[in-house]
C-alpha cells in the first residue's frame, strides 16, 4: 500500500482477476483473495477516500495527528495515535509472535479521546471504510481493534489462501509443527485455497481447523500432490464442503472422482488435471444430482461427455464454462444444448473448433443465456454474431476477444440487443471506426472494451463520448487511444472509468 505522507499518494490497483496476496506472516499465515466485484468496482476501491463523518471532532481536528486519506492502511492508526508493531510486514492476518500490542490505557491524548478511539459503535462502522488488507493492518494496532475487527462480517466474500511452506512452523529441533488457524476460525472463514499440499497436509488442515468439518462450505486445491485417498478423505471429513475447485493437480484420477464426489457438491470447477478424461464428466453427471454451475478445462474431453449430463441437471445447471476444450466440436454443442437447456452462463472459450454453426445451435436453444464467452474461437465469423442478435434477447454479456474473424458488419447485428450491457472486443483486429458507428445507438451498454484494437483511430474513438450511460471503457494497447483523447473522455465521460 502507499503512504501519502512520503510523496506517493497513488495506491496500488486490485489486478484484473480479483486476487490479492497478502505477504507471509512470520507465523506462517497466509494471504487472501479477493473474488468479488466488477473490475470497475475494482478500481474503485483504489481511489483515496475521505474521512468517514462519523469521525468526532475531538480526532478530526487534533492538530497533532495527521490524517491524509483512509488510502493509507496506517491513517487509522495514526489517528488513534498508535504506531504499527515493530517488525510488522505491511498486510498481516495476525500479529507477530511477540510483538506486544498497546492497550486503550497507553494510547495518547485526553481520556475522552483514548476512549472515541476504541469506542465499539465507531469502530464497528467506521472500519467497513476500509479494504481487507488495511483490515489486517489495523486489527495489529490494539486488541480491542482486533476484537471489533475479527468480527465475521468483515471478512465476507474473502478466501484465504494457504501454501504448503505457510503451514508448518519449523521448531529449533528442525521439526515441524503446524501452525494454529485459529485467527482464521474466529473470523468464520468458510472457504479456503490450499496451494501445493499433500494428502498428509490436508489431513493435519482438517484436524487443526475448529471449522473443517461442518463449517467449510468452499474447498479449492491448486497444483497439489493429492491423490484418490486424499481426495475420498477430504470430501468424506468435511461435510460442508458444497463448493469444490481442483486446478493443476495431476495425482488423482477418474477412479478417485468415482470414490469421492458426493451429491451435496452443487459448484465444480476442474482445470490442469491431465487424467481428466470423458469418464471423469460421466461421474461427475451421474454422482452430482444438484450441480448447478461447472467449470470445466480440460484437452482430452470429447463431444461424447457432454451427452452424459441427466434430466435432474439439465433442469438444475445455470453455469457451464468449457475453457480450452480442444476437443469440442459442434456435435459436442449438440448434445449439450439438448441435456442443459436451461443454462443462463455458458463459456465456450479456447473450443478452437466450434464454429458458426455451434453458435447458431446454441442461440436458438439456450434462450435464457445472459452471459456467452465465444473468446479464442477462431472460427466464429459475422454470421454467428447474426444468430445471437436474432434469438438471445436476454443476454446481458458478450465477450469476443481474439474472435479475428469479426468485422464492422458483425458489430451491426449486435446494435439491436436492447439488453446487451457488457460488450469484449479485445484484439478483435478488423473492427474499424465504421463498427463503432454501430455501437453508438445501445444506450444500455455499461462496459465495453476495445483493448488492442489496431485499426481504431482518434477519431472513431472520440465518438463514444455519445454513449452517456458507459461506465468501464478499456482501451489498453488501443494505438487510437492518445492523451488528449483520455482528457477529452475526462470532459464529456465524467461518470465512466477509461482504462488506458
Not at 196 to 224: A, H, Q, T, W
Amino acid at each position: 500500500m502507499s503512504n501519502p505522507r512520503n510523496g506517493d499518494t497513488k495506491p496500488p490497483c486490485l489486478p484484473r482477476n480479483g486476487l490479492v496476496k497478502i505477504p507471509t506472516q512470520p507465523n506462517g499465515l497466509g494471504s487472501a483473495s479477493i473474488t468479488k466485484g466488477t473490475p470497475a468496482v475494482k478500481n474503485r476501491l483504489c481511489q483515496p477516500s475521505s474521512v468517514p463523518a462519523i469521525l468526532s471532532p475531538a480526532l478530526a481536528h487534533r492538530s497533532d495527528l495527521s490524517i491524509p486519506s483512509l488510502a493509507s492502511p496506517l491513517s487509522l492508526a495514526a489517528l488513534a495515535g498508535v504506531s504499527s508493531p515493530p517488525g510488522a510486514s505491511l498486510v498481516g492476518l495476525t500479529t507477530s509472535e511477540g510483538s506486544e500490542q498497546p492497550s486503550p490505557e497507553r494510547l495518547p491524548g485526553s481520556p475522552s479521546e483514548r476512549q472515541l478511539a476504541v469506542d465499539e459503535k465507531i469502530l464497528n462502522r467506521l472500519f467497513w471504510y476500509f479494504s481487507a488488507c488495511e483490515k489486517c493492518v489495523l486489527a495489529q494496532v490494539c486488541k480491542a481493534w482486533r476484537r471489533v475487527l475479527y468480527q465475521p462480517k468483515f471478512w465476507v466474500g474473502l478466501t484465504p489462501v494457504l501454501h504448503t511452506k505457510e503451514l508448518y512452523n519449523v521448531l529449533p529441533g528442525g521439526e515441524k509443527e503446524f501452525v494454529s488457524l485459529q485467527g482464521f476460525a474466529v473470523r468464520g472463514f468458510d472457504g479456503f485455497c490450499l496451494v501445493g499440499v499433500s494428502d498428509l497436509d490436508i489431513c493435519e488442515f482438517i484436524d487443526n481447523y475448529p471449522l473443517s468439518k461442518k463449517g467449510v462450505k468452499s474447498m479449492s486445491l491448486k497444483r497439489s500432490t493429492i491423490t484418490d485417498a486424499g481426495l475420498e478423505v477430504m470430501l468424506e471429513q468435511m461435510q460442508g464442503v458444497v463448493r469444490l475447485e481442483l486446478s493443476g493437480c495431476n495425482d488423482f484420477t477418474e477412479a478417485g472422482l468415482w470414490s469421492s464426489l458426493n451429491a451435496r457438491i452443487t459448484a465444480l470447477s476442474v482445470s490442469d488435471c491431465i487424467n481428466v478424461a470423458d469418464d471423469a464428466i460421466a461421474a461427475i453427471s451421474q454422482l452430482l444430482p444438484n450441480l448447478t454451475e461447472l467449470n470445466l478445462q480440460a484437452y482430452h474431453v470429447t463431444d461424447t461427455a457432454l451427452a452424459y449430463f441427466t434430466a435432474k441437471q439439465g433442469y438444475t445447471t445455470h453455469t457451464l464454462r468449457l475453457n480450452s476444450c480442444w476437443e469440442i466440436t459442434n456435435h459436442g454443442v449438440v448434445n449439450m444444448v439438448h441435456s442443459l437447456p436451461n443454462l443462463s452462463v455458458l463459456s465456450l472459450s479456447g473450443c478452437s473448433k466450434v464454429t458458426d454453426d455451434g453458435v447458431e445451435l446454441v442461440a436458438e436453444n439456450l434462450r435464457k443465456l445472459r452471459s456467452l464467452d465465444l473468446s479464442w474461437c477462431p472460427r466464429i465469423t459475422d454470421m454467428a454474431l447474426e444468430y445471437i442478435a436474432c434469438d438471445l434477447h436476454k443476454l446481458e454479456e458478450l465477450v469476443l476477444d481474439r474472435c479475428v474473424r469479426i468485422t464492422d458488419t458483425g458489430l451491426s447485428y449486435l446494435s439491436t440487443m436492447s439488453s446487451l450491457r457488457s460488450l469484449y472486443l479485445r484484439w478483435c483486429c478488423q473492427v474499424q471506426d465504421f463498427g463503432l458507428k454501430h455501437l453508438l445507438s445501445m444506450g444500455s451498454l455499461r462496459l465495453l472494451s476495445l483493448a488492442g484494437c489496431p485499426l481504431l483511430t482518434t477519431t472513431g474513438l472520440s465518438g463514444l463520448v455519445q454513449l452517456q450511460e458507459l461506465e468501464e471503457l478499456e482501451l489498453t494497447n488501443c494505438p487510437g487511444a492518445t492523451p488528449e483523447l483520455f482528457k477529452y473522455f475526462s470532459q464529456h465521460l465524467p461518470c465512466c472509468m477509461v482504462i488506458e
